[in-house]
């Protein structure tokens, strides 16, 4: 009843979100800012952005 996860980004800012995109199998990019329950480099993410500005650029380097 979705869209295709090969398509799908997750962005998140905790474990959890990370740990679903895993379970689902897509990439995930973490938010330095936000809730953070570790350090958002030992969250796991695929990519870490400090700024909502960045995100486009991540998700075109995701679809190439």
Partial sequence: C???PARAVLVGDASPD???AKAAG???VVCTFGYNDLPPAELGGDVT????DALVS???DFAA
């Fill in 58 to 60: 991540v998700i075109e």
């Fill in 2 to 4: 979705g869209g295709d």
């Fill in 49 to 52: 952005i400090g700024h909502f």
């Fill in 26 to 28: 897509v990439p995930c």
């Fill in 18 to 20: 990370t740990g679903a």
